[in-house]
């Protein structure tokens, strides 16, 4: 009687996570404009690019490269949801829309961010562990924050 029920049990997981495979959020990236990102405006030092390519381009810009569980709902539904947040609060593929003293706030909040460990986000961190910024990458990107003017 036991494993008769788990084996329904099991069934009926299994069916549901088929569903749920049914309902894929938006996973396209907006078309970019290469010069109206940050690279192009802000035009950072090599060693900046390379920090905000590897540890923020793929949540706030328009260059994500989707990994293979952002396919596997439900955990699609969250990696889709960071992405749209992400991009709505700082999107380096729309830095022209900025303006020099919004910029250079958001390079100011960019540096405290990382500087407290808020980003990189902690689960992004983990299953990208190249995100993962060193001292020198924080004061890489908080140098280039101090000396950005409004």
Excluded at 130 to 149: F, G, P
Aim: aromatic share 8%.
């Amino acid at each position: 009687m036991a494993r008769k029920t788990v084996l329904y049990a099991a069934g009926a997981v299994l069916s549901m996570g088929a569903v749920l495979q049914l309902f894929q959020p938006d996973r396209r990236n907006p078309p970019e404009d290469p010069a109206a990102s940050f690279e192009a405006v802000a035009a950072p030092p090599a060693e900046v690019r390379a920090v905000v390519g590897r540890a923020c381009q793929d949540c706030h810009s328009h260059r994500t490269a989707w990994p293979w569980y952002s396919r596997i709902a439900p955990v699609s539904w969250l990696v889709a949801s960071d992405v749209r947040e992400g991009r709505a609060r700082l999107n380096l593929s729309e830095w022209n829309r900025y303006g020099g003293e919004m910029a250079a706030l958001r390079l100011k909040a960019m540096c405290q961010e990382v500087q407290r460990g808020e980003m990189p986000m902690w689960q992004y961190r983990v299953l990208h562990p190249e995100a993962r910024l060193s001292t020198q990458d924080a004061a890489a990107l908080c140098s280039a924050a101090s000396r950005a003017t409004p």
